[in-house]
């Protein structure tokens, strides 16, 4: 058996090193979900909250919401959908919700008949035992994207939402 050169070899484990390193470079975004067959990649990298805190409850609540009802060929999003409302609703508002798509024919939560692509929630102010939040759905991507809003009342005891309805 012949030996290999000292200056072949390093070439070899060269070579070897990077396409070592431009196949993880290749594989890596992929993994992580960052690839191109994804519509869009997230805008936000890390997220928390708080359960305490009344706004931070309404975007929960809308998040999870949101997601459930986009997710309409998943056999469990309807049912997560009502098990949303009765966890995070109180149930006068849960009526009134149900009254809202009776008589419109329409989403009592986002008050359209159709899905948001993005949501944001910031607080708006707080008395009498209650805080109030402002939803802003977006319902396209684009520049002229159309946007609607929501002011949600919450109690501060309880963090149930008590009443919605469109912002003016």
Known sequence: MRKMPVR????LLTAVTV???????AVTPALAGTGASHARPAAVST???????????VADFYGAYIDSVWAADDPAAAANAKALR????????RKKAGAYEKKNH????????????????HYTGSGMGHSTSRVTLTWSDGGDA???????QSDLRTLKITALKPAD
């Open 86 to 93: 009765a966890f995070y609703l109180s149930a006068a508002a």
């Open 47 to 57: 997220a928390q909250g708080d359960p305490r805190n009344a706004t931070q409850r």
């Open 19 to 25: 396409t070592a390193g431009l196949s993880l470079a």
């Open 106 to 121: 329409a989403d009592g939560i986002l008050f359209a008949q159709n899905v948001p692509v993005r949501w944001k929630v």
């Open 8 to 11: 072949s070899r390093r070439t």
């Open 146 to 152: 159309q946007v609607t809003r929501i002011d949600v």
